[in-house]
Nanobody, 126 residues
Framework: QVQLVESGGALVQPGGSLRLSCEAS????????IGWFRQGPEKEREGVSC????????YYSDSAKGRFTISRDKVKKTVYLQMNNLKPEDTGVYYC???????????????????WGKGTPVTVSS
């Protein structure tokens, strides 16, 4: 069974940085789509950044572009999200999502994911 475990969430001041990690296990395929999603207070879950095998640049939401960077280690089956210059609007629970379709994360849509982690909370406040 596919399992996703996130870590790295914390309370940080505006302008600070965090690095989130998602360790995936329970499957043998090398190609798949994976990404990060945020659910803020009283808001629906939305895509922040995703990568798959389609090629080109990874997906970034408008708010994430220029501040966040997604990367992956295929050997370790781990995906990271480096978050810099954090703002209060970035606050929320960050979930790791995985889709078995190697080209299924290009649009970074929550409904397209097959599996979810339990999330790691991020709070940006002074």
């Amino acid at each position: 069974q596919v399992q996703l475990v996130e870590s790295g969430g914390a309370l940080v001041q505006p302008g600070g940085s965090l690095r989130l990690s998602c360790e995936a296990s329970g499957f043998s395929m090398v190609d798949y789509g994976i990404g990060w999603f945020r659910q803020g207070p009283e808001k629906e879950r939305e895509g922040v950044s995703c990568i798959d095998e389609r090629g080109g640049s990874p997906y970034y939401s408008d708010s994430a572009k220029g501040r966040f960077t997604i990367s992956r280690d295929k050997v370790k089956k781990t995906v990271y999200l480096q978050m810099n210059n954090l703002k209060p609007e970035d606050t929320g629970v960050y979930y790791c999502g995985l889709v078995l379709n190697p080209y299924g994360a290009s649009l970074c849509l929550p409904g397209g994911m097959d599996y979810w982690g339990k999330g790691t909370p991020v709070t940006v406040s002074s």
